[in-house]
């Protein structure tokens, strides 16, 4: 088991249900591949710059501990899902 961090954007026009059920989307994979350790939610910023006519997202940050595998995977369906504006998966260093 290895330790994770993973930041996603997801696009800020979707009402609070939805970008709850998004985010929480994701935290149930996690969970059903390994434990979550930490949810850090910093809310909607204004974005660097306009991803996809897009100003503004909503930044999740989650630090998670899972196989070595699962990462990719996590990584898959990011890409995969509506909504989803950026994403990054780091693996912790070991101390």
Known sequence: MAKYETM????ATLDEEASAALIGKF???IEANGTI?????????????????QTEGVYTVI??????????ELDRVYKIT???LRSMIIAEDEE
């Open 8 to 11: 996603m954007v997801t696009t």
């Open 27 to 29: 935290k149930s994979l």
């Open 63 to 72: 630090k998670f501990t899972s196989a070595p595998e699962f990462p990719a």
């Open 82 to 84: 509506e909504g989803v």
């Open 37 to 53: 350790d930490s949810v850090d939610d910093w809310g909607k910023r204004r974005l660097a710059y306009p991803i996809n006519k």
